[in-house]
């Protein structure tokens, strides 16, 4: 290992990837999704900020563009120029990649000269696709042709589809290892805790798009889930078993989201529609049922012994 390369790797994680920054001109929000033959990818390439932009440092990627490309976005309109200043700041902008855009939906994106083979990158409307170390110098444009072509589809599952088209080109040379997505709002928020509507990260996988994918359709399930429960709040019933059962039938492996759909429901008096879930949950798993027992005590469920008898009465008889 030359003594070049050695400075390199102490100072600058080899986050060689594919990624995509993007903003949905419908709802404002602005993503960034990564993968990448390097470990915790999502520690290093996307940033982003409410009401700000996301941004995509890759290659020998250096962390500071993530947060400076941020704080750069917030006083400068112009995302060429306020990537055009980071770059001028840095003796080594050769190696690397990098791709910005803003709340607006405009777009910073470089490539460096010394980025390792295959690299590009292309800038389409509201969107970048970038690339390097790539087997193929296929891969950008295949990620561009596809989130050009499933225009309507929410954001997370659009920059979805750029990933799997980079990776049905072969992807990086070295193969896959982590993957991530960050999504946030369009608007900015003095509630740092809200500003991110999805974080996704798939540290070490040997099929880490494939885990991405079902982690946002989990994700995806219990926020149905969280919208079934704030309907039923507002005795919007319909509604709400409605988002209930969109949830089960994204995530139907899962038992912890019909369990409190089902306490839920049984608590608001909707005990009819409740039991046969519960019937379901406590045949997957008999710990709900003493889970359940516990609720009352903590003012998570009315204090109602005969309600509960009548719940408990769909827990598997033991042997």
Request: hydrophobic fraction near 45%; proline fraction near 5%.
């Amino acid at each position: 290992m030359t003594q070049e390369i050695e400075q390199y790797l102490n100072r600058f994680p080899m986050a060689h990837t594919y990624s995509i920054v993007a903003r949905d001109p419908k709802t404002g929000e602005m993503g960034v999704a990564v993968q990448s033959h390097w470990f915790s990818v999502g520690s290093v390439v996307p940033w982003a900020e409410a009401g700000i932009g996301v941004v995509a440092t890759q290659a020998m990627a250096d962390v500071s563009y993530g947060p400076n490309g941020l704080s750069a976005m917030a006083v400068n309109l112009d995302v060429d120029c306020a990537l055009k200043t980071l770059l001028e700041a840095d003796e080594n902008h050769k190696v690397r990649q990098v791709a910005m855009i803003n709340s607006r939906g405009s777009i910073g994106v470089y490539t460096g000269s010394r980025c390792i083979p295959e690299a590009g990158h292309i800038k389409g409307d509201q969107f970048s696709v970038q690339a390097n170390m790539m087997l193929k110098n296929t891969v950008w444009k295949a990620m561009a042709e596809a989130y050009e072509k499933s225009a309507g589809s929410p954001l997370a599952d659009r920059m979805m589809l750029a990933l799997e088209a980079a990776q049905a080109e072969e992807g990086d040379i070295r193969g896959m290892q982590s993957a991530a997505m960050v999504i946030v709002g369009g608007e900015q928020t003095e509630q740092p805790w809200k500003q991110k509507s999805l974080e996704l990260r798939v540290e070490d996988h040997k099929s880490p798009l494939a885990e991405l994918k079902r982690l946002i359709k989990v994700h995806t399930a219990y926020e149905l889930m969280n919208k079934g429960d704030e309907l039923l709040s507002e005795g919007m019933t319909e509604s709400a078993f409605e988002s209930y059962n969109q949830a089960a039938m994204l995530a139907p492996e899962m038992d912890e989201l019909p369990f409190w759909q089902a306490a839920t429901m049984a608590d608001l008096g909707h005990v009819d529609k409740a039991l046969p879930i519960f019937k379901k949950v406590f045949e997957t798993n008999p710990n709900w049922a003493l889970l359940l027992q516990r609720l009352p005590k903590v003012g998570l469920f009315k204090d109602d012994p005969a309600l509960m008898q009548q719940i408990l009465q769909m827990a598997p008889k033991k042997k």
